[in-house]
């Protein structure tokens, strides 16, 4: 079983509202990652967490605020987005065993539309 | 600066021949290289990956070829099928010590005509 599941599936928002997204996984996976997709475009990282720890953030501005609340759950807080945030939210995961040979499996996916 | 690109944006095959996608990247530090299908809505599926240290990764009817020297990989399916029509993301891995970085390609949208 290599699911990821991801919710919701689509989230329209307002400048001023907080949302958030969630994503689960029950491979028993210990890294667990967010991307974000505009429209042809690739996959672009935001944050990674490894073994519930924030390990790596791209530079992500601060009005998007990953958690980890356990090894199977991440999440994805927004408040005060722009319309530019616009996109599809990938979540993914992997063994995390560390090594550099790890496939990442990723989730449906959330599309966002900022108003 | 993209250090993974995939040169075609769209590939139109006939059923039952060859599709071949191609990869470029940069960094010699890639380690690891994975293909993705994609359909539209819908999150990335993993299909096949080749380390570094081999030049050929064969399931079913997707083989991955690596040129290390011209950093270079291909991903043939053969035969394609309709069910194949979808864009393809060549994505190399980037370990950091403690978790890795997937750099993703553009993609190349693939058609397969019935």
């Known amino acids: 079983d290599t699911e990821v599941t991801q919710t919701p599936k689509h989230l329209v928002m307002g400048m001023t509202n907080k949302k958030s997204l969630k994503c689960e996984q029950h491979?028993?996976?210990?890294?667990m990652y967010w991307y974000k997709q505009k429209a042809k475009k690739p996959p672009e990282l935001m944050f990674v967490y490894s073994y519930e720890k924030l390990s790596i953030n791209e530079s992500v501005p601060s009005r998007f605020s990953p958690e980890c609340p356990n090894s199977s759950l991440l999440n994805l807080h927004l408040h005060a987005l722009q319309p530019e945030d616009s996109a599809l939210y990938l979540c993914?995961?992997?063994?995390?065993?560390?090594?550099?040979?790890?496939?990442?499996?990723f989730g449906p996916g959330t599309r966002l539309l900022v108003l | 600066d993209q250090q993974v690109k995939q040169n075609s944006p769209s590939l139109s095959v006939q059923e039952g021949r060859i599709s071949i996608l191609n990869c470029d990247y940069t960094?010699?530090?890639?380690?690891?290289f994975l293909w993705y299908k994609k359909y539209p809505a819908e999150g990335p599926t993993f299909l096949i990956s080749i380390s570094s240290i081999k030049d050929k990764n064969e399931d079913g009817r997707f083989t991955v070829f690596l040129n290390k020297s011209a950093k270079h990989l291909s991903l043939h399916i053969v035969p394609s099928q309709p069910g194949d029509s979808a864009v393809y993301f060549c994505a190399a891995s980037l370990y950091g010590g403690a978790t890795n970085k997937l750099i993703f390609g553009t993609g190349t949208l693939l058609a397969v005509q019935p």
């Open positions: 491979m028993g996976h210990r890294a």
């Open positions: 993914a995961s992997s063994q995390g065993t560390g090594g550099p040979q790890e496939t990442q499996y």
């Open positions: 960094n010699s530090m890639f380690d690891y």
